[in-house]
């Protein structure tokens, strides 16, 4: 399938820039054809006009969005090999990760499409009058959610599929009832194109209006400041690095009108080793941590980078196994050379510190002409890491730091000092929960989703799943980026006081003609 390297702005295609850039495949080191034009401010401002009308049409209509859903999931598996392809092309990910992400990719999307249809994500609340009620009388007052308008959308550099064009963000705001204008990755635009021309045959197959969907190109800020700064945006969506998140939250923040920002901006997610489990399977934790630490060559949000034992017999037995693991494990491609680079950089400050040794380091020499990093493990002294904060900031690639602890104390110092992060995982038994009660306490108030004798690598998309965490992992610890509730994050209430029956949306009417779950005078019920 030809690439045409324009910004899709509602059902039209737009080239009205001079700017253009090129993907370069980072294991090859080539620029790939062909030449991408990164979107002017007049387009950035088009896509908004038309996604403003297309809300404005589809909240009149009442529009279903749940057959759009399935559509866009639909035409995304009609893509075949050649997305796959330019995937792995620009980015470096083997067929079978790519595979399993777009398998993700539909998953959601229908997923979705589910909790459209079954309507009761709109969480309706009626409480009927009481007009004899002494001393005042009680009015009618009904309760839903709704969509908030135009959503500005940000593609993910490692996941080019299931958070980028048509990942999460956007099924979200789709189901909420918004339209979305997404800004591409500039590292994979290729494949962001063939998502995002699905998305427009689906839009049409679903006779939605020309807005409901665009696609800006772009390698320089100005295009994503833009999108964020436009006066009909009502919401950002973003996964990727601190610094680019904390420029979008404080841009829109520095409106007018501020508009919420759901920044994901990374965790060096935590894993505390607890006796039990060191003394009982020591050489097993260190496998499954060296697994988890090269998945992807390092390049997730969950990457352990953090593990932290207290000193002892069982934590060297631990470390000797790992240390082994990481030596044999291969260097792999990374998503683009700037990954890479701040890899290296970030590995090499760590380094060269008096403070922390380098254990371990993949024994095969990575080629820089292929965009590869070695896999490494450091550590360094529970009293250092607690001592210089450098040591606990997220190095995003295949590598962990070991820290070692003298006591239970330190281990609950280590977890206090901690910063907001996505996950922390305990290794341990049922007696060492007991006895760790209080490190469990405060890993509660430190991270999203806490996880027990397993690895934070691997998401599960369910409605119970919580992808988020406290600042600095992410910009609103309410909400998560991943499973239904995801859902909540682009949509608003409204309350209707003394309406008539007639005039009330169809998920507030007495009637209940969807049938969906309501919570009427404080009961919930279905009828």
Request: charged share 25%.
């Amino acid at each position: 399938m030809e690439l045409h390297g324009k910004n899709i702005v509602g059902h039209e295609r737009s080239a009205e820039g001079t700017v253009t850039f090129r993907a370069l495949a980072p294991g090859r080191d080539q620029p790939l054809d062909p030449q991408f034009h990164e979107a002017t401010d007049a387009e950035v401002h088009a896509a908004f006009e038309r996604a403003a009308e297309a809300f404005a049409t589809c909240r009149r209509r009442r529009v279903d969005f749940a057959p759009f859903l399935e559509c866009i999931a639909g035409e995304i598996e009609a893509l075949g090999d050649a997305l796959i392809t330019r995937a792995a092309e620009e980015t470096g990910l083997p067929e079978a990760r790519l595979l399993g992400e777009r398998g993700r990719t539909v998953g959601q999307l229908r997923m979705f499409a589910k909790v459209v249809r079954k309507g009761s994500w709109v969480d309706a609340r009626i409480d009927h009058a009481i007009p004899d009620r002494k001393p005042i009388p009680k009015p009618d007052v009904r309760r839903m959610l709704i969509g908030i308008g135009p959503v500005a959308i940000f593609g993910a550099s490692n996941f080019p599929l299931a958070f980028s064009v048509a990942g999460g963000d956007t099924a979200s705001a789709i189901a909420a009832g918004n339209p979305v204008v997404v800004k591409a990755h500039p590292a994979h635009p290729g494949t962001s194109e063939l998502v995002g021309r699905a998305i427009r045959r689906a839009a049409m197959a679903a006779e939605m209006p020309s807005g409901m969907f665009s696609l800006l190109h772009g390698t320089s800020e100005r295009v994503g400041l833009a999108m964020v700064r436009h006066p009909l945006a009502r919401a950002v969506g973003f996964t990727g690095s601190l610094r680019g998140g904390r420029a979008l939250f404080d841009a829109a923040n520095a409106r007018p009108d501020p508009i919420p920002v759901y920044a994901e901006m990374g965790s060096i997610n935590p894993v505390f080793l607890l006796p039990g489990a060191l003394a009982g399977r020591a050489d097993a934790i260190a496998e499954g941590l060296a697994q988890s630490v090269s998945l992807g060559v390092g390049q997730f949000c969950t990457n352990p980078g953090v593990v932290v034992g207290v000193a002892g017999d069982d934590l060297d037995r631990l470390t000797s196994t790992l240390r082994e693991r990481i030596e044999e494990t291969a260097p792999g491609t990374m998503l683009h050379r700037g990954i890479l680079e701040a890899y290296e950089r970030d590995l090499q400050e760590l380094d060269g510190s008096s403070v922390v040794t380098l254990e371990a380091r993949s024994r095969e020499t990575p080629r820089r002409e292929r965009t590869e990093a070695a896999c490494c493990l450091l550590s360094t002294e529970a009293g250092d890491f607690l001592a210089d904060r450098r040591l606990s900031r997220e190095i995003f690639g295949p590598s962990t730091i070991l820290v070692r602890a003298r006591s239970r104390e330190q281990l609950e110092a280590i977890a206090a000092g901690l910063e907001g992060h996505l996950t922390a995982t305990i290794h341990g038994t049922e007696e060492d929960l007991e006895e760790h009660a209080s490190l469990v306490s405060i890993l509660e108030s430190k991270v999203g989703r806490i996880i027990f004798n397993g690895f934070p690598t691997g998401v599960e998309v369910c409605p119970s799943m919580h992808h988020g965490g406290p600042y600095p992992a992410t910009t609103n610890s309410l909400f998560t980026s991943v499973g239904t509730a995801a859902i909540l994050r682009f949509a608003r209430p409204v309350c209707y006081q003394g309406f008539p029956d007639a005039a009330l949306p169809a998920e507030l009417q007495d009637e209940n003609p969807r049938r969906i779950w309501r919570l009427v005078d404080g009961e919930l019920t279905r009828e």
